[in-house]
Antibody
Framework: QVTLKESGPALVKPTQTLTLTCTFS??????????VTWIRQPPGKALEWLAR???????FYSTSLKTRLTISKDTSKNQVVLTVTNIDPVDTATYYC???????????WGQGTLVTVSS | DIQMTQSPSTLSASVGDRVTITCRAS??????LAWYQQKPGKAPKLLIY???SLESGVPSRFSGSGSGTEFTLTISSLQPDDFATYYC?????????FGGGTKVEIK
């Protein structure tokens, strides 16, 4: 049974760095074809893709945010970490981590974690 | 980056109606398109992948079609549980993109 869960601060001050951790089970990110991705959703708005990391440690980022994002994995802990630098109130959103399965679509999602950026 | 445009943004329908949502890509994405359903306060749920493949466990009243730049999601007979927001998403390029969403409301 595949599960993913996001963890991190609920409140962050502007200009700080946000660090989010995705802890997953039911699959291994060392298995060929496995990928974990981060997506966010501002309140009342659409989904926005942020970053992806593959089983072979390839990393991909949103063009508009790539200078502020870093994604990494710890295969032994079944964790993926996303950092967002120079955080701003417009970054207030629910952040989801999710798995991209063998068919490349996002087949399992975490419950999401709401991050509010405010001084 | 590939842009995804969904229409309509809001749709009012009744139980039993046939509903169609359209998604257009700014360039060809072959069949690399997925559809998701999202209810308030919940994570999205995969309905369709590779444009027309039904995800396991999803009711057969949901279907997808299209290729290239134009795609549709059809609900053959709308059920009370289907009132939600639907998103398309392309995965043709390494940079994934979602559509703006279509909210299906009760008429």
């Amino acid at each position: 049974q595949v599960t993913l869960k996001e963890s991190g601060p609920a409140l962050v001050k502007p200009t700080q760095t946000l660090t989010l951790t995705c802890t997953f089970s039911g699959f291994s990110l060392s298995t060929s074809g496995m990928r974990v991705t981060w997506i966010r959703q501002p309140p009342g708005k659409a989904l926005e893709w942020l970053a992806r990391i593959d089983w072979d440690d390839d990393k991909f980022y949103s063009t508009s945010l790539k200078t502020r994002l870093t994604i990494s994995k710890d295969t032994s802990k079944n964790q993926v970490v996303l950092t967002v630098t120079n955080i701003d109130p417009v970054d207030t959103a629910t952040y989801y981590c999710a798995r991209m399965g063998e068919n490349w679509a996002i087949d399992y999602w975490g419950q999401g974690t709401l991050v509010t950026v405010s001084s | 980056d590939i842009q995804m445009t969904q229409s309509p943004s809001t749709l009012s329908a009744s139980v039993g109606d046939r509903v169609t949502i359209t998604c257009r890509a700014s360039q060809s994405i072959s069949v690399w398109l997925a559809w998701y359903q999202q209810k308030p306060g919940k994570a999205p749920k995969l309905l369709i992948y590779k444009a027309s493949s039904l995800e396991s466990g999803v009711p057969s009243r949901f279907s997808g079609s299209g290729s290239g730049t134009e795609f549709t999601l059809t609900i053959s007979s709308l059920q009370p549980d289907d009132f939600a927001t639907y998103y398309c998403q392309q995965y043709n390029s390494y940079s994934l993109t979602f559509g703006g969403g279509t909210k299906v409301e009760i008429k």
